[in-house]
């Protein structure tokens, strides 16, 4: 079954909804919405509601204080990514992360590192570790980016690299980096293949506007992958999705 899982994205300290296309080092992001209440308000919100699984992400420098906050508010409750490495991955963890995601760090020189997923694997065990495969449409598929999305590597989305990596991490977190923060729908052919493709569970981000594209995902993934909304919920200031709607939908799948 698909169920929704709930984001919380920090920029400059500050839980906000950005185009992620638009995230760029020195320059300021195309930004949806930007919250007047603190990051521990809307941790404490899925903590009321059971809504496991749900990630943390610091965009960027100046969110440390902020994804502690976030953490304290639900120990063992949140997944926290963002400049994660083998050196800090076990501090965050001690913080309160139920798991830590990774990402650039894997991709030294835009180069996949199996050593580092080694050591990080060693340091915190892979059922602390979700694996950031972000990534873009190139010709062919996706690749993976790295940088906030502006670097594309040349590892490719597909089954063999997930079946490589699976054995390593527990889960997969997936953005479309094309899409997210466009609220113009899914990318429903990744979807579709990542159901197929995957041995783990994976979290789908990118573009999700309503119940329908839970409804999408659901179909097309054979109930496979689950999804984060973000910038279409009513609680980050959108209009079409509301929250109170995607806590009943995971409701009515968990039921009994």
């Not at 809307?42 to 204080?65: E, P, Q, S, W």
């Not at 062919?140 to 089954?159: K, L, N, P, S």
């Not at 992958?225 to 999705?241: C, E, K, M, R």
Request: glycine residues 12%; proline residues 3%; negative net charge.
């Amino acid at each position: 079954m698909t169920l929704f899982r709930p984001c919380i994205d920090l920029h400059d300290g500050v839980v906000k909804q950005i185009v992620g296309g638009t995230l760029a080092e020195g320059a300021q992001p195309k930004t949806n919405f930007v919250a007047s209440q603190p990051p521990e308000h809307f941790a404490g919100m899925y903590r009321r509601d059971g809504l496991t699984g749900g990630h943390v992400i610091k965009l960027g420098k100046g969110n440390d204080d902020a994804a502690r906050a976030a953490l304290a508010a639900w120990p063992d409750g949140l997944h926290l990514g963002g400049g994660i490495d083998a050196t800090n991955a076990q501090a965050w963890i001690a913080a309160g992360a139920e798991k830590v995601i990774i990402t650039s760090w894997l991709f030294p020189d835009a180069r996949f590192a199996a050593e580092r997923l080694a050591a990080l694997v060693a340091a915190i065990g892979r059922e602390r570790l979700v694996i950031d495969l972000s990534c873009r449409r190139k010709a062919g598929g996706w690749m993976v980016a790295i940088d906030r999305w502006q670097r594309v590597t040349g590892f490719a989305v597909d089954e063999c690299n997930l079946a490589r990596l699976a054995g390593s991490c527990s889960e997969f977190l997936i953005h479309a980096a094309d899409v997210e923060g466009l609220c113009n729908g899914v990318d429903d052919e990744l979807v579709g293949r990542l159901g197929r493709w995957s041995p783990i569970p994976v979290t789908y981000a990118g573009g999700a506007r309503s119940l329908a594209d839970l409804e999408l995902v659901e179909r097309e993934s054979n109930g496979r992958v689950d999804v984060t909304i973000g910038s279409a919920l009513d609680i980050f200031g959108g209009s079409s999705v509301t929250y109170a709607d995607c806590v009943q939908w995971n409701r009515t799948r968990t039921a009994g």
